[in-house]
């Protein structure tokens, strides 16, 4: 227990070491108002629009697709959950002296990024399912991770682990489906 307590505290404070670093090289106006743009595109009202738009363009997969998203989605938010409320770690405006966040999160904890997690899951099935052309879409989800930062309602770790629960839980997601 005494090691994966050191693990713990090692992890944090590199966290709160490259949480300085990005606020002190980008808190410039721009960079602040595309990270507000990146967030805001994640935060969940285009994910639908997604299907329909495939359905629209008559895409042969589109079921697949749905199905596939529709599962992803409902596993991605009960692990997310289930992360947020078992690590119980605070955003880095309640744990750092004299920070303020930009932006007002939804809950008071931080692990992991739901806004990244989400991004990281509909840009990995878009790439498995319709077209690995969609690959250019993990610069957007990236852009989101980092928004997140820069805003300061995330540390690193935060949303990298976000990264990696999204893409984790859309490839499962798609083994699932295509077994049924």
Same mark, same amino acid.
């Given at each position: #227990?005494?090691?994966?307590?050191?693990?713990?505290?090692?992890?944090?404070r590199w966290?709160v &070491?490259?949480?300085?670093?990005? %606020?002190?090289?980008? *808190?410039?106006? &721009?960079?602040?108002?595309?990270?507000?743009?990146f967030?805001?595109?994640?935060?969940?009202?285009? =994910?639908?629009?997604?299907?329909?738009?495939? =359905?629209? %363009?008559?895409?042969?997969? &589109?079921?697949? /697709?749905?199905? &596939?998203l529709?599962? $992803?989605?409902? #596993?991605? *938010?009960?692990? =997310?959950? #289930?992360a947020?409320?078992? /690590?119980k770690?605070? *955003?880095?405006?309640?744990?750092? $002296?004299?920070f *303020?966040?930009?932006v007002?999160a939804?809950?008071?904890?931080?692990?992991?990024?739901?806004?990244?997690?989400a991004? /990281?899951?509909?840009?990995?099935?878009?790439v498995?399912? @319709?077209?690995?052309a969609?690959?250019?879409?993990? %610069?957007?989800?990236?852009?989101?991770g980092?928004?997140? @930062?820069?805003l300061?309602?995330? /540390?690193?770790?935060?949303?990298?682990?976000?990264?990696?629960?999204?893409?984790?839980?859309?490839?499962?997601?798609?083994s699932y489906?295509?077994v049924?």
């Amino acid at each position: #227990m005494l090691i994966a307590t050191q693990i713990l505290i090692s992890i944090h404070r590199w966290d709160v &070491t490259a949480f300085h670093r990005v %606020l002190q090289a980008h *808190r410039s106006k &721009t960079i602040v108002r595309c990270a507000h743009w990146f967030s805001k595109s994640a935060d969940g009202w285009l =994910y639908p629009l997604v299907p329909i738009l495939l =359905y629209a %363009l008559s895409y042969d997969q &589109t079921a697949v /697709f749905t199905a &596939t998203l529709l599962l $992803a989605l409902c #596993m991605e *938010r009960v692990l =997310y959950l #289930m992360a947020k409320k078992g /690590f119980k770690r605070k *955003r880095p405006a309640n744990i750092l $002296a004299d920070f *303020r966040s930009l932006v007002i999160a939804s809950d008071e904890f931080s692990f992991p990024s739901g806004h990244t997690s989400a991004a /990281f899951l509909i840009v990995t099935t878009l790439v498995l399912i @319709v077209s690995p052309a969609f690959v250019f879409g993990y %610069l957007w989800a990236i852009g989101v991770g980092c928004s997140r @930062v820069i805003l300061g309602v995330h /540390f690193p770790t935060d949303t990298l682990v976000g990264a990696l629960l999204g893409s984790s839980v859309a490839a499962i997601s798609l083994s699932y489906i295509l077994v049924q």
